[in-house]
């Protein structure tokens, strides 16, 4: 059973059109986020939700609008896209303690190209 | 601003060799993670040790972590073509809800048959 689960895959479109991508964990994990990683792999984290609730927003322009229904999903909408979106966004999750987060499960990633 | 710094970015060794990569960080911590990532998936947690742990083995992972010097080790031994990826270090610098993990910039393992 796959535990993080991304849809799609691969996602290709121009530039001012507005797309979303799904997440989806089946760990019973109470933390879910949301990761950009660039051509240099550099991984930077964008949001995070604890039970449903907005706790992390990492200075991301507000064409980014992440939505979590639900705890067990996590979904994020790209509104106007531009040529600098084109990136591989990685759903992750974990549960949190009081020593900070514990190991996170990441999704296959989707990768995204805006022309 | 990025927390941890992997060194050296890329690694070339033989199988059978051991593969050392190290991780420096600039800030106080809670827990500092080693994650693994295939060409073209998504990563793979490996380790995680807490600041007030300085050494962790899985298998054939052993991390070390020196808070003085805010440095952390990973050390793979016997490597196996299959070890071939990236590998990020990762720090945790806050608590509670607020916690998140700041990555470093990863190295490159290639271990040749």
């Known amino acids: 059973d796959t535990a993080v689960s991304q849809t799609p895959k691969y996602l290709v479109t121009q530039m001012g059109n507005d797309k979303s991508i ?3 964990q089946n760990l019973g994990h109470d933390t879910m986020y949301w990761y950009k990683q660039d051509s240099k792999k550099f991984l930077k984290i ?15 322009p507000n064409r980014f609008s992440p939505k979590s229904p639900d705890k067990a999903h996590l979904n994020l909408h790209i509104n106007s896209l531009e040529l600098g979106d084109s990136a ?27 022309t | 601003s990025q927390q941890g710094e992997e060194d050296p970015q890329a690694l070339s060794i033989q199988e059978g060799e051991n593969a050392t990569m190290n991780c420096s ?13 295939n060409s073209g998936r998504g990563l793979v947690h490996l380790i995680l040790i807490r600041s007030n742990e300085r050494e962790k083995h899985s298998g054939r992972l052993r991390v070390t972590l020196d808070t003085s010097k805010k440095s952390s080790s990973l050390l793979i031994t016997a490597s196996r073509a299959a070890d071939t990826a990236s590998y990020f270090c990762a720090t945790d610098a806050f608590t509670g809800a ?10 490159t393992l290639s271990v040749r048959p």
């Open chain 1, 22 to 24: 799904k997440c989806e």
């Open chain 1, 46 to 60: 964008m949001f995070s939700y604890n039970n449903k609730e907005l706790i992390i927003n990492e200075t991301v």
């Open chain 2, 98 to 107: 607020n916690s998140k993990l700041t990555f470093g910039k990863g190295i």
């Open chain 2, 25 to 37: 960080y600039k800030t106080s911590i809670n827990n500092l993670q080693w994650y693994r990532q």
């Open chain 1, 88 to 114: 591989v966004y990685f759903c992750a999750s974990s549960h949190l303690g009081p020593w900070g987060s514990y190991e996170q499960y990441f999704g296959p990633g989707t990768r995204l190209t805006v």
